[in-house]
């Protein structure tokens, strides 16, 4: 799939299909999100790939937003390093991850958010010195999202060419 038409496609899942996600694709979606750039190049992350249908399961009782992750055959936590661009720097990471698996037609959703799961950090061994931003699930759709549909404002409204107000298209 081309870049564009993975962003121009992607929709969050929150339903997955119970197929294990193939080695290499994981491999793939770990790797996008390790060659993303990041602030003077400090990489301040670690992705923990989850597949035991146990964690799996503890991970969605942690996570009020996102019980569906129990389901999922895959889960990758993100936890960064502290510092001011930490957040910008793993969030970057994670949405290369998500159209890493769109591309090969895994779904994805973004779980959580920064300073909410202090209490998974024992369960995977997760040091002090990191935060988790968020927990991504990953997976086949168990079915049809969207057909590429987004509803999003016109590219008027959120866009000016050379100051704000002028009208870009």
Avoid: C
Avoid at 161 to 167: I, L, S, V
């Amino acid at each position: 799939m081309e870049t564009f038409e993975a962003i121009r496609t992607v929709l969050a899942v929150r339903q997955y299909r119970d197929t294990p996600i193939p080695d290499d694709v994981v491999r793939e979606i770990v790797e996008a999100g390790r060659l993303t750039a990041s602030a003077s190049n400090k990489q301040p992350w670690h992705f923990i790939v989850v597949r035991e249908k146990d964690t799996l399961r503890q991970l969605a009782a942690h996570a009020p937003t996102g019980p569906y992750i129990a389901q999922a055959p895959l889960a990758i936590v993100v936890a960064i390093a502290h510092g001011p661009l930490s957040v910008s720097d793993g969030s970057r990471a994670i949405q290369d991850m998500m159209l890493a698996a769109w591309s090969r037609g895994v779904g994805s959703n973004w779980v959580g958010f920064t300073g909410r799961f202090d209490a998974i950090k024992p369960l995977l061994g997760i040091p002090d010195d990191l935060d988790v931003l968020a927990i991504v699930p990953f997976g086949y759709p168990a079915t049809s999202v969207g057909a590429g549909k987004k509803n999003r404002k016109p590219l008027g409204e959120v866009a000016s060419r050379e100051r704000f107000g002028q009208p870009f298209a």
